[in-house]
């Protein structure tokens, strides 16, 4: 019988001779072993060990001495003091790895078998394996609770009653479809208008208002509640998804198939509880609410609205042919800057609007050019959502933008909402459409003269709600919001659905992951950390610093007075940073529509940005005053010396 002590003496004893190596080797071959050298053999192994209800079978060869004793015990024995401690690491690692993995016990009766050349591989092997297996139970076990706990394949079909109709209001901007949707709201005992922009939500409370209807304003940073409203005008994000009405009109429809905001689309649409519900939108709107209605079991009544007055793309134009109810559009806060300048020097005034501009500002800039007070309007695409403007001509400037990522060209669809802002009904008798570069103008006239769109497979957008937080943050066992937004990006729709896809969740959770960098932050309720998590901040620069010194000092009990605000504005460019000032402004009052008992000052921020504003218009007002186009007088010319030849 071998053993480790006659091993050891082995080492120490001469070398066989050639003909007892070759005695050794045959004997080897009898019993199956692999010679490796002299001193050494490798012998077959094969263990099987119990790993709760699962049976793990482990085959490989070992190498050990070769024994005193050439049999098949004193190479089990050499074998066995080699591959036990392996086998026992192995039990005591995949035991660890259950225990920090599974909630509950596993419960699958299975065989696994790894064989390897060598034991000690099989053996990591089936550590490797086998613990990636239990993450994918508990990965599996976790889907499935959640898919039972948020029903989040049913999103869309818990959410909205099941009796009401569903009608979409489809054609080009000009067609007056919005106007009819709204004669059908005002008519209606009850209703809703939800609106992309704060500043349509505005135009149609001020409408209805005007009108004898008494209605409330709704929007992230203010409210204009009338004590007896029986309609609501709000951005989409607002809805109330627990107010029943007669009639709701959703507006701006195409948005349904927009990557960053069509969930609040979805979410309105699928939600709202009106039993007439009419969506406003182009081509492209109207096969998103195709998908939709279908996905919801309801049939979509379709009627169709045509331009009230043509719209012709005319030959490419140069700056200096520009004249009055034109229109500049460009993709940038810097181009429009320079355009204006380019405007005033050609001796127009001109009105600006830009994304980055607060909506008071923007309102201000459009009445000026709708009273005509400014010549021209140099604008971004954000003229493209609904706002009403005399314009004659849309000249566009490029037909290329800058999306976030990189620089592109205008879709069919983006070209069609801006070129249609052009000829205003009862103003203007068509509305024209060109270009400062003639190859932009043959982009235009594809875009506009194509009759249907392209086909779409785009899915349904769609966002989790603090509903689906709250459960989720049950299953996980965390009240992390970084952690729950992200789950929800990358799991919740475990399957392949063309049709349904998660929006995208990144800037939110780059905020909820900033935010969470307080320690005081983390003991909020998880509803109130997932506001704050959707709050309007920009993801760089001090907006970002200032949410997060706001929501500490909220979390410690605090009040927050907004004193960030009062400090005078600096820097090369003054109205840049007014911009900056007006938006963190903005920022703070949406958070007191939200927490008024911490953001406490909402009317004397309410001042200040007025202040802000009125500082931005001012710096408008003067960019865009005409400027006299002097003739530069001519100086003599005076005679040369003449040159001396060497």
């Known amino acids: 019988m071998a053993s480790?002590?006659?091993?050891?003496?082995?080492?120490?004893?001469?070398?066989p001779k050639k003909s007892d190596r070759s005695a050794l080797r045959k004997a080897a071959d009898r019993l199956r072993w692999t010679w490796i050298n002299r001193s050494a053999v490798a012998v077959r192994c094969e263990r099987e060990l119990r790993v709760g209800p699962r049976t793990v079978v482990l085959r490989g060869r070992v190498e050990i001495p070769l024994p005193a004793e050439l049999n098949a015990a004193a190479g089990e024995r050499a074998a066995a003091a080699v591959a036990d401690?392996?086998?026992?690491?192995?039990?005591?690692?995949?035991?660890?790895?259950?225990?920090?993995?599974?909630?509950?016990?596993?419960?699958?009766e299975e065989t696994h078998v790894f064989r390897k050349p060598?034991?000690?591989?099989?053996?990591?092997?089936?550590?490797?394996?086998l613990s990636k297996m239990y993450r994918a139970l508990a990965d599996r076990r976790l889907d499935d609770e959640v898919e039972a706990q948020l029903g989040i394949r049913f999103y869309l079909e818990?959410?909205?009653?099941r009796q009401r109709t569903?009608?979409?209001?489809?054609?080009?901007?000009?067609?007056?479809?919005?106007?009819?949707?709204?004669?059908?709201?005002?008519?209606?005992?009850?209703?809703?208008?939800?609106?992309?922009?704060?500043?349509?939500?505005?135009?149609?409370?001020e409408r209805l208002s005007e009108r004898g209807v008494a209605t409330s304003l709704v929007t992230g940073e203010e409210r204009i509640l009338h004590p007896h409203a029986r309609h609501v005008s709000s951005t989409v994000e607002m809805v109330d998804l627990a107010r029943a009405v007669d009639v709701a009109v959703v507006d701006e429809a195409q948005l349904l198939e927009d990557a960053q905001r069509g969930w609040a689309w979805t979410l309105a649409i699928a939600g709202v509880r009106a039993r007439h519900l009419v969506l406003c939108g182009s081509e492209e709107g109207l096969r998103a609410a195709r998908r939709l209605a279908e996905r919801l079991g309801l049939p979509l009544a379709v009627r169709r609205f045509e331009r009230k007055n043509p719209l012709r793309v005319t030959p490419a134009i140069t700056l200096s042919a520009l004249r009055p109810a034109d229109a500049l559009v460009a993709f940038s806060r810097k181009d429009v800057v320079e355009l204006q300048a380019e405007v005033a020097r050609l001796g127009f005034s001109s009105a600006a609007v830009y994304g980055s501009l607060s909506p008071a500002v923007r309102r201000r800039e459009a009445a000026r050019f709708r009273a005509g007070e400014a010549d021209v309007l140099v604008a971004t695409d954000a003229i493209g959502l609904g706002l009403n403007l005399p314009i004659?001509?849309?000249?566009?400037?490029?037909?290329?933008?800058?999306?976030?990522?990189?620089?592109?060209a205008l879709s069919v669809p983006e070209v069609r909402q801006i070129a249609g802002r052009a000829g205003r009904y009862g103003i203007h008798e068509e509305g024209l459409v060109t270009a400062l570069d003639p190859a932009d103008v043959a982009l235009l006239r594809r875009a506009i003269e194509r009759r249907r769109p392209e086909p779409s497979d785009g899915p349904i957008w769609i966002a989790p709600t603090d509903e689906h937080l709250a459960r989720l943050?049950?299953?996980?066992?965390?009240?992390?919001?970084?952690?729950l937004l992200r789950f929800f990006q990358t799991r919740v729709l475990r399957e392949p659905d063309g049709a349904v896809r998660i929006a995208d969740l990144s800037e939110q959770i780059e905020v909820a992951a900033t935010l969470e960098?307080?320690?005081?932050?983390?003991?909020?309720?998880?509803?109130?950390?997932?506001?704050y998590s959707r709050a309007p901040v920009a993801n760089r620069g001090a907006s970002l610093e200032v949410l997060l010194l706001w929501a500490d000092r909220h979390a410690r009990g605090e009040p927050v007075e907004g004193e960030e605000l009062m400090a005078p504005a600096g820097g090369r460019d003054r109205t840049l940073v007014h911009e900056d000032q007006s938006r963190t402004a903005t920022l703070y009052l949406w958070l007191s529509q939200r927490f008024p008992n911490v953001y406490t000052n909402r009317e004397s921020v309410l001042l200040v940005r007025e202040s802000i504003d009125d500082d931005i218009q001012a710096v408008l007002l003067a960019r865009g005053a005409k400027r006299k186009v002097r003739k530069a007088k001519r100086r003599p010319v005076r005679a040369q010396p003449a040159r001396r030849r060497g």
């Open 473 to 483: 943050a049950q299953v996980l066992g965390t009240a992390r919001v970084s952690r």
């Open 166 to 205: 569903l009608e979409y209001f489809v054609g080009p901007t000009n067609s007056g479809k919005t106007h009819a949707a709204l004669e059908l709201l005002q008519a209606a005992p009850t209703g809703t208008y939800l609106a992309p922009l704060r500043l349509l939500a505005l135009e149609v409370f």
């Open 517 to 531: 960098t307080s320690e005081a932050f983390g003991r909020l309720p998880l509803a109130v950390r997932s506001a």
């Open 118 to 129: 060598s034991f000690e591989d099989a053996v990591r092997e089936a550590e490797r394996e």
């Open 4 to 15: 480790a002590g006659h091993d050891a003496d082995r080492e120490d004893a001469p070398a």
């Open 392 to 408: 004659r001509r849309i000249v566009f400037a490029t037909t290329e933008k800058y999306d976030g990522a990189e620089m592109r």
């Open 85 to 108: 401690p392996l086998v026992a690491e192995l039990q005591a690692a995949l035991e660890r790895t259950i225990a920090r993995t599974l909630r509950e016990p596993d419960d699958a």
């Open 158 to 161: 818990a959410l909205g009653p």
